[in-house]
C-alpha cells in the first residue's frame, strides 16, 4: 500500500481494506496512512477497510467526505458498515448519514 505507483497503491488498498478481512494494529494503521493518499480511489478503499474494522479514527475523514456537495459511493458504504445498516438508507443525503454517525459516535 505504499509504493510510488498510485495504481498499485489503489490495488493493494481494496485487495487488503477490502476484500480482505485480516485484522492488526500494522494493518489499520497502513490504512489510515491511505486517508490521505493523492489517489481519490486509494482513500475511498481506506475509508471502507477502516469501517470495516470499526476504527472510528476514520470519522472525520468520512464525514469529511459525506459532507461533500457529491456524496462519494465509498462514503456511503463506510457509513453503512459503521451504522450498521443493511444497505444504504435509501432517500438519506450525505448530511443524513453525517448527522446519524455523529449521533451514534460523538458523545
Known sequence: MDDDDEDVRDWA???????????????RDALYRRLEDSNPDARGEAVI??????????LPKLIELLSQAST???????????????????????????????????R
Open 72 to 106: 462519494d459511493d465509498r462514503a456511503v458504504e463506510a457509513a453503512c458498515i459503521l451504522l450498521e445498516l443493511q444497505d444504504d438508507a435509501g432517500e438519506w443525503s450525505g448530511q443524513d448519514y453525517v448527522t446519524a454517525l455523529r449521533q451514534r459516535f460523538e
Open 49 to 58: 477497510g477502516l469501517a470495516k474494522r470499526n476504527d472510528l479514527r476514520v
Open 13 to 27: 488498498t481494496f485487495g487488503v481494506g477490502v476484500l480482505g478481512d485480516q485484522d492488526s494494529d500494522e494493518l
